[in-house]
C-alpha cells in the first residue's frame, strides 16, 4: 500500500459547510484537516428516505494534480431489485476532497461503485437502503407526460400532473443578489409565492457561478466554479423543497450587460463553461426541486447549435431528470420544456399588450407539439409597463394557460411593478381549484364542443371528470351525455375568495347550470379525491 492510499479517508457528511470560492488558484495551499486512516475497501453504506434528504459522500483525496475541477470520477448507484441505474459525477469541494451525492428513485437497496482514472477515488463500493419518507405529500423531480407538466408524487413516484407557474418578487426577494439568503428567507419567499398562488420562486445566477457577487463577465477572472455559490444554490433549493416549493434558476442573462458566459475564457461551450456545466451535473443533479433555463435575449447573443450542446452535456451527466429551456428558442431532444419569448402574436407594439392574445392562441401553442411541455418564459409581471396584466388579467391568464392543456406561466412583480396584487385571494382561488383539490389530471384534453361559445372544457378520459370555465356569465352549458354514470358537482366563482358552491349529483346528460350572479366561473364534475395543503 502506498502513501496515497494510506491517506485515503471516506467519510460520510450530511452537512454542508461553507468554503472559499476558487477562482483557479493552486489548492495545495489549504491546509487539510487532522485524518484518520481508513483501509481501502470500507463500505460507505448509508440510508435514506424517498427522494430527500440527499445523501452524501467525501472522499479524501490529497495527492491529486492539475486542476481538480477537472478530475473526473463517476458513481454508478443500481437498485438490486428493479435494476434501475442512476450514475453521477463526483465534484471537488476544496480541502483535497471531493463529494458525490445520491437521491433515491425507488424503495429499496442500492449498491454503487466508483470509478476513476485517479486511484483513491477508483473502486469504492458501498449501499444505501432507501426507506419510505415520513412526509406522505414528499414529492421528486419534474418531469412531464407528453405536453403536460407531471410531478413524482409519494414513496411510489406516481406521475401526478403539475401546473408550472413561475413567481418572481424583486423588491422583496432580489433574484440577482442572493448571496446573504438564509433558510428564513427561502421560507419567506416561498410563502410570499403561496400568498399569491404559485409555489416556484425564481433565481438568477449569471457570473455567480464563477464569483459570488459578479454578474457580468468583466467582474471576475475566474474559470472555476465558486463553491461559495453553489452552496447558497443548493440550500435554496433544499429549503424550497421542504416548503412544498421548487426553484426555476435561469443561468445566464444578456450580452448587453455581460451576464454572459462569451467573455469567460474559451467562450461558450468553451473549457471554462463546460467545467462548469459538469460541476452544475454533479452538485445539484442529485437534488429535487429545480428546473433552469439558459436565460433572455438569446437570439441576440447565442444560437441553436450552442444551445442544444449546452442542454445535451447536461442530461448526459445530470444523472437525475431535471427539465432544461431556453427563452424562445427550442432546445432537441427529450426531457426540454418548449418555452417561448415575447407578449404574444400578431401584437402592435404600440398597443397595450397582456401576454398571449387569447385562449386559443395557448391551445395552438400546447397543441404545437404534444411529446414535450409548454412555458411562457416571458415575465408576465402584475402592471409591466405597456401592458395590460391587471389582476383581472393575471387571473384569467392564469386560467387560460391551465383550462388550454396546462401552459407554464411567469408571473409577480419588477421592483418598479405596482405592489402588491390587490386581490391576491383570486390567485390563491386558482391554486386551490387545481393544485389541492388534485384537479389537474395528465389525462385531461381540451373538450370545448361539450360547452356554448366563450367556454372552455377538460375532461378526464375516463369520462368521470370534467372542469368547465367560463367568463362573465351566469349560466353554463354542460354537454355531460358521455359522462360515466352521476358525479357530484362544484361551482366556485373565480375572482373571489375560495368557495364550493355545491352543486349536488349530476345526471349523464345536457344541462345548464344557473349561477347566482354574472361573473367568471369554474365547474368541477366528479370525485378527484384532493388532498394537497393550500398556500
Given at each position: 500500500?502506498?502513501?496515497?492510499?494510506?491517506?485515503?479517508?471516506?467519510?460520510?457528511?450530511?452537512?454542508?459547510?461553507?468554503?472559499?470560492?476558487?477562482?483557479g488558484a493552486d489548492e495545495r495551499s489549504e491546509k487539510p484537516s487532522p485524518l484518520r486512516a481508513a483501509p481501502r475497501g470500507t463500505k460507505l453504506d448509508k440510508t435514506g428516505t424517498m427522494w430527500a434528504p440527499y445523501l452524501e459522500w467525501r472522499l479524501k483525496n490529497p495527492s491529486w494534480s492539475g486542476n481538480p475541477f477537472d478530475l473526473?470520477?463517476?458513481?454508478?448507484?443500481?437498485?438490486?431489485?428493479?435494476?434501475?441505474?442512476?450514475?453521477?459525477?463526483?465534484?471537488?469541494?476544496?480541502?483535497?476532497?471531493?463529494?458525490?451525492?445520491?437521491?433515491?428513485?425507488?424503495?429499496?437497496?442500492?449498491?454503487?461503485?466508483?470509478?476513476?482514472?485517479?486511484?483513491?477515488?477508483?473502486?469504492?463500493?458501498?449501499?444505501?437502503?432507501?426507506?419510505?419518507?415520513?412526509?406522505?405529500?414528499?414529492?421528486?423531480?419534474?418531469?412531464?407526460?407528453?405536453?403536460?407538466?407531471?410531478?413524482?408524487?409519494?414513496?411510489?413516484?406516481?406521475?401526478?400532473?403539475?401546473?408550472?407557474?413561475?413567481?418572481?418578487?424583486?423588491?422583496?426577494?432580489?433574484?440577482?443578489?442572493?448571496?446573504?439568503?438564509?433558510?428564513?428567507?427561502?421560507?419567506?419567499?416561498?410563502?410570499?409565492?403561496?400568498?399569491?398562488?404559485?409555489?416556484?420562486i425564481f433565481v438568477h445566477v449569471n457570473n455567480q457561478w464563477f464569483k459570488l457577487g459578479a454578474l457580468g463577465w468583466n467582474q471576475h477572472s475566474s474559470q472555476n466554479p465558486d463553491r461559495a455559490t453553489f452552496e447558497i444554490l443548493e440550500n435554496i433549493i433544499t429549503t424550497a423543497h421542504q416548503q412544498g416549493c421548487r426553484v426555476h434558476?435561469?443561468?445566464?442573462?444578456?450580452?448587453?450587460?455581460?451576464?454572459?458566459?462569451?467573455?469567460?475564457?474559451?467562450?461558450?461551450?468553451?473549457?471554462?463553461?463546460?467545467?462548469?456545466?459538469?460541476?452544475?451535473?454533479?452538485?445539484?443533479?442529485?437534488?429535487?426541486?429545480?428546473?433552469?433555463?439558459?436565460?433572455?435575449?438569446?437570439?441576440?447573443?447565442?444560437?441553436?447549435?450552442?444551445?442544444?450542446?449546452?442542454?445535451?452535456?447536461?442530461?448526459?451527466?445530470?444523472?437525475?431528470?431535471?427539465?432544461?429551456?431556453?427563452?424562445?428558442?427550442?432546445?432537441?431532444?427529450?426531457?426540454?420544456?418548449?418555452?417561448?419569448?415575447?407578449?404574444?402574436?400578431?401584437?402592435?407594439?404600440?398597443?397595450?399588450?397582456?401576454?398571449?392574445?387569447?385562449?386559443?392562441?395557448?391551445?395552438?401553442?400546447?397543441?404545437?407539439?404534444?411529446?414535450?411541455?409548454?412555458?411562457?418564459?416571458?415575465?408576465?409581471?402584475?402592471?409591466?409597463?405597456?401592458?395590460?396584466?391587471n389582476m383581472d388579467g393575471t387571473r384569467r391568464l392564469l386560467w387560460w394557460e391551465t383550462m388550454a392543456g396546462g401552459m407554464g406561466g411567469f408571473f409577480g412583480f419588477y421592483p418598479r411593478s405596482p405592489y402588491p396584487y390587490p386581490n391576491p385571494e383570486q390567485l390563491r382561488t386558482h391554486y386551490t381549484f387545481w393544485h389541492t383539490h388534485?384537479?389537474?389530471?395528465?389525462?385531461?384534453?381540451?373538450?370545448?364542443?361539450?360547452?356554448?361559445?366563450?367556454?372552455?372544457?377538460?375532461?378526464?378520459?375516463?369520462?368521470?371528470?370534467?372542469?368547465?370555465?367560463?367568463?362573465?356569465?351566469?349560466?353554463?352549458?354542460?354537454?355531460?351525455?358521455?359522462?360515466?354514470?352521476?358525479?357530484?358537482?362544484?361551482?366556485?366563482?373565480?375572482?373571489?375568495?375560495?368557495?364550493?358552491?355545491?352543486?349536488?349529483?349530476?345526471?349523464?346528460?345536457?344541462?345548464?347550470?344557473?349561477?347566482?350572479?354574472?361573473?367568471?366561473?369554474?365547474?368541477?364534475?366528479?370525485?378527484?379525491?384532493?388532498?394537497?395543503?393550500?398556500?
Amino acid at each position: 500500500m502506498n502513501s496515497k492510499h494510506v491517506a485515503l479517508l471516506m467519510t460520510v457528511a450530511l452537512s454542508r459547510v461553507a468554503s472559499p470560492a476558487s477562482g483557479g488558484a493552486d489548492e495545495r495551499s489549504e491546509k487539510p484537516s487532522p485524518l484518520r486512516a481508513a483501509p481501502r475497501g470500507t463500505k460507505l453504506d448509508k440510508t435514506g428516505t424517498m427522494w430527500a434528504p440527499y445523501l452524501e459522500w467525501r472522499l479524501k483525496n490529497p495527492s491529486w494534480s492539475g486542476n481538480p475541477f477537472d478530475l473526473v470520477a463517476t458513481v454508478t448507484f443500481k437498485h438490486l431489485d428493479s435494476g434501475e441505474k442512476r450514475t453521477t459525477e463526483m465534484f471537488y469541494n476544496g480541502n483535497n476532497t471531493w463529494k458525490f451525492r445520491f437521491a433515491g428513485t425507488r424503495l429499496g437497496k442500492w449498491r454503487f461503485t466508483t470509478s476513476s482514472s485517479d486511484p483513491d477515488l477508483d473502486g469504492q463500493n458501498g449501499t444505501t437502503t432507501i426507506n419510505p419518507n415520513a412526509d406522505p405529500k414528499i414529492s421528486g423531480f419534474l418531469t412531464h407526460k407528453g405536453n403536460k407538466f407531471a410531478i413524482q408524487a409519494g414513496n411510489q413516484g406516481k406521475l401526478q400532473g403539475y401546473l408550472f407557474t413561475v413567481y418572481m418578487e424583486r423588491m422583496n426577494f432580489d433574484a440577482l443578489h442572493f448571496a446573504d439568503w438564509d433558510e428564513a428567507t427561502v421560507r419567506a419567499y416561498c410563502d410570499a409565492a403561496k400568498q399569491n398562488g404559485f409555489e416556484i420562486i425564481f433565481v438568477h445566477v449569471n457570473n455567480q457561478w464563477f464569483k459570488l457577487g459578479a454578474l457580468g463577465w468583466n467582474q471576475h477572472s475566474s474559470q472555476n466554479p465558486d463553491r461559495a455559490t453553489f452552496e447558497i444554490l443548493e440550500n435554496i433549493i433544499t429549503t424550497a423543497h421542504q416548503q412544498g416549493c421548487r426553484v426555476h434558476f435561469w443561468a445566464w442573462g444578456d450580452e448587453s450587460r455581460k451576464w454572459t458566459p462569451k467573455g469567460v475564457p474559451g467562450g461558450i461551450n468553451g473549457a471554462a463553461d463546460r467545467r462548469l456545466q459538469r460541476y452544475i451535473a454533479a452538485r445539484l443533479g442529485p437534488l429535487p426541486g429545480w428546473t433552469m433555463g439558459y436565460g433572455f435575449d438569446l437570439h441576440e447573443w447565442t444560437n441553436q447549435a450552442q444551445l442544444n450542446s449546452w442542454a445535451e452535456l447536461l442530461h448526459a451527466r445530470l444523472g437525475w431528470q431535471h427539465l432544461l429551456c431556453a427563452r424562445g428558442q427550442p432546445l432537441s431532444g427529450p426531457h426540454n420544456i418548449n418555452s417561448y419569448d415575447g407578449f404574444g402574436r400578431d401584437v402592435p407594439l404600440a398597443t397595450t399588450r397582456s401576454g398571449p392574445r387569447d385562449y386559443h392562441e395557448i391551445m395552438g401553442d400546447m397543441d404545437s407539439d404534444l411529446t414535450r411541455p409548454h412555458f411562457y418564459e416571458e415575465r408576465h409581471s402584475h402592471l409591466r409597463e405597456g401592458f395590460n396584466l391587471n389582476m383581472d388579467g393575471t387571473r384569467r391568464l392564469l386560467w387560460w394557460e391551465t383550462m388550454a392543456g396546462g401552459m407554464g406561466g411567469f408571473f409577480g412583480f419588477y421592483p418598479r411593478s405596482p405592489y402588491p396584487y390587490p386581490n391576491p385571494e383570486q390567485l390563491r382561488t386558482h391554486y386551490t381549484f387545481w393544485h389541492t383539490h388534485k384537479r389537474f389530471l395528465l389525462n385531461m384534453k381540451p373538450a370545448n364542443n361539450l360547452t356554448s361559445a366563450g367556454g372552455y372544457v377538460m375532461k378526464g378520459e375516463s369520462n368521470k371528470h370534467y372542469l368547465f370555465y367560463k367568463e362573465t356569465t351566469d349560466t353554463i352549458q354542460l354537454d355531460l351525455t358521455g359522462m360515466d354514470g352521476p358525479q357530484p358537482a362544484v361551482a366556485v366563482e373565480t375572482n373571489k375568495a375560495y368557495k364550493e358552491i355545491t352543486l349536488g349529483t349530476l345526471k349523464p346528460k345536457s344541462q345548464t347550470i344557473r349561477l347566482p350572479s354574472s361573473s367568471d366561473w369554474a365547474i368541477a364534475v366528479g370525485d378527484f379525491g384532493g388532498d394537497r395543503p393550500g398556500p
